[in-house]
């Protein structure tokens, strides 16, 4: 099985243009993805990207804790919105950079 990494379709223009380096991962998707790993970069609505990306780092880390690893807080608050999570929630944040 080929080792996709899934993405939403407004991330397409950061990811094409390789400015985004990091995603926070909630739920089902919390110990998907290993660190040293390749992974193929789709929409959740299964389209390819054609882009690969590297999995650098995975930080195991609570919604508070993501100021401290460089998360902007305006990013934070809209996490909490969309997901409904609390400070003390759970979350996994993904640097990675881009295979050619």
Do not use: A, C, Q
């Not at 939403?8 to 089902?28: A, C, E, H, W």
């Not at 970069?41 to 780092?57: C, M």
Request: charged share 30%; hydrophobic share 30%; net charge positive.
């Amino acid at each position: 099985m080929k080792n996709i990494i899934y993405f939403p379709s407004s991330y397409k223009r950061v990811l094409l243009n390789k400015t985004k380096t990091y995603t926070i991962r909630t739920d089902n998707e919390i110990g998907k993805y290993r660190e040293g790993k390749t992974y193929g970069v789709y929409s959740y609505g299964e389209t390819d990207w054609k882009l690969r990306i590297r999995i650098d780092k995975v930080y195991k880390v609570s919604v508070n804790e993501l100021t401290r690893l460089g998360i902007p807080e305006r990013s934070i608050k809209s996490l909490i919105k969309k997901t409904n999570l609390s400070l003390e929630d759970r979350v996994e944040l993904i640097h990675f950079s881009y295979f050619e």
